[in-house]
């Protein structure tokens, strides 16, 4: 299975982006990377997927590097209500759960 | 906007009680799960179910059971609350993209 590394923690200024990356060296050609994210005490927000291609909506933008082997979210201009974990998955299930595997994320906090 | 809900938000109850956590999704998703969260801790995968009469074990070994008579229904029943089952416990649906879960604000459980 795909694992993904993340920094454990960022910070952020207020209006400034927020590049968050990350690794993900052992993924494979099927398989997509999933960002969500988890603002303290409730449920985690679906924020934006890709394969290859870099992905945009009105949350975020998804840079996924030519040989996939990292990626970075990019909230272009952070508020103080991004403050937030922030989970790179990797679709990994082989059994067709769709479990996610959430890990342990990349808390990023937004400073005024 | 996602349209998934959770009651009750709050329940602190007893040990021995016989608990219901409701969840219900008005976006017609034939996918629905029960994730489980410690405090601090990652979301792990408990129940899930594909459709209507379909219900499976998740990766984390639950005593909790569920029920999926209706597609936008899937309540998750504890027959004897303990200690032990105290966390907070989030409820998620997808559609035909199963890795694309919008999930609810979660209940919180506290057994005394």
């Known amino acids: 299975d795909a694992k993904t590394t993340q920094p454990t923690s960022m910070d952020c200024a207020e209006g400034r982006a927020a590049n968050l990356p990350c690794n993900h060296s052992?993924?494979?050609?099927?398989?997509?990377v999933y960002w969500y994210r988890q603002i303290h005490s409730q449920g985690p927000q679906y924020i934006i997927h890709g394969l290859k291609n870099n992905e945009t909506n009105e949350m975020a933008s998804l840079i996924i590097t030519e040989d996939r082997k990292s990626s970075t979210l990019i909230l272009p201009h952070a508020t103080l209500r991004d403050t937030a974990v922030y989970y790179c998955?990797?679709?990994?299930?082989?059994?067709?759960?769709?479990?996610?595997?959430f890990g342990q994320g990349t808390t990023l906090q937004v400073k005024p | 906007e996602a349209d998934i809900y959770q009651t009750p938000r709050y329940l602190v109850i007893g040990t021995g009680k016989k608990i219901t956590l409701e969840c219900s999704q008005t976006m017609g998703h034939d996918k629905m799960y029960w994730y489980q969260q410690d405090p601090g801790m990652e979301l792990h995968l408990i129940h899930y179910?594909?459709?209507?009469?379909?219900?499976e074990k998740g990766d984390l070994s639950s005593e909790s059971t569920v029920s999926r008579i209706r597609t936008e229904h899937f309540p998750l029943t504890l027959e004897s609350a303990r200690p032990s089952h105290t966390s907070q416990y989030l409820c998620?649906?997808?559609?035909?993209?199963?890795?694309?879960?919008?999930f609810g604000p979660g209940t919180r459980l506290t057994v005394l």
């Open positions: 998955i990797v679709r990994v299930d082989r059994s067709n759960t769709g479990k996610l595997i």
């Open positions: 052992t993924i494979s050609g099927n398989e997509y």
């Open positions: 179910s594909y459709g209507v009469n379909s219900t």
């Open positions: 998620a649906s997808s559609g035909f993209y199963r890795y694309t879960q919008y």
